[in-house]
């Protein structure tokens, strides 16, 4: 039994090889694995369902295809919080809460994207509350296509000019509080997150004694990886 797990793939149309690779991947891995999950942020950013854009669509397709012959599930990002049923039909993945437990090959394991985690970034965690209610959902989703790209694209500006601004900072790292308090609600799980872009694994002391934690390789700059997950426990792997 072999579980993938993926996350951070940022699929954007400016950025052809990631749609390559994507594609590429799930062809090579469709009925040779017993489930993918991709824990956030797959998109560069997801405006809702309705979206007509032409790259989106061919990455939903693809999608399609493989679940077809092998499960797929999808949790959300901090930047495609908004996939929703429709994504889901159309993809035919199954969308997972965050957290989300997995019992596997014998292990248990506690799957998050990780931006929930970030306890010290308070910007973020303020904007954050504020895009995961549904109402604000609901009236974001009902303003035209083109004016919720422009959103889109002008908070993904403001971040990275916070980012270039910051540099390399604490603050967009998990808190060892929040990992803790996670782990300790958790028994006996691994932790598995993305979204820190600083794959790696952690052991965290619990009451309970020592706990692991994996950080998911994100795809940039033509780097890219995977979790395989299976008899012998977690194993990390790149993307040629
Ligand atoms: O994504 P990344 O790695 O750059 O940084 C994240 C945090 N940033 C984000 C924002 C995403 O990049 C873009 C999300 C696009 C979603 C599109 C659909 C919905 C649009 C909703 C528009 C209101 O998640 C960044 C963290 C970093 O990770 C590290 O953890 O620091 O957080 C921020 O930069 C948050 C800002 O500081 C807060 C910005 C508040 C802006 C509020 C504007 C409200 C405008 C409302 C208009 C209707
Ligand atoms: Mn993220």
Redesign the pocket.
Known sequence: MAIHLISDLHLHADAPWLGELFRRTLRQWAGHIDALYILG?LFE???GDDDDDAFARSMVAAMRDFSRHTPLFVMHG?????LGAGFAAASGATLLPDPHPLQACGHRYLLSHG?AL?GD?S??Q???A??RQPAWQQA?LQ?PLAE?HA??R???E???S??QQDGPSE???VTEDAVVALLAANPGCTLIHG???RPAVHHHALADGERTRWVIQDWHDGRAGYLRLDDSGVSAHPLP
Not at 78 to 82: I, P
């Open positions: 942020d950013y997801w405006v901090n930047r495609d919080f908004l931006d970030c970034d910007a973020y303020q904007f954050r504020m895009v974001f303003k919720r959103i889109a002008h908070i993904r403001q971040s990275e916070r980012k603050i967009s790292d979204h820190t872009h």
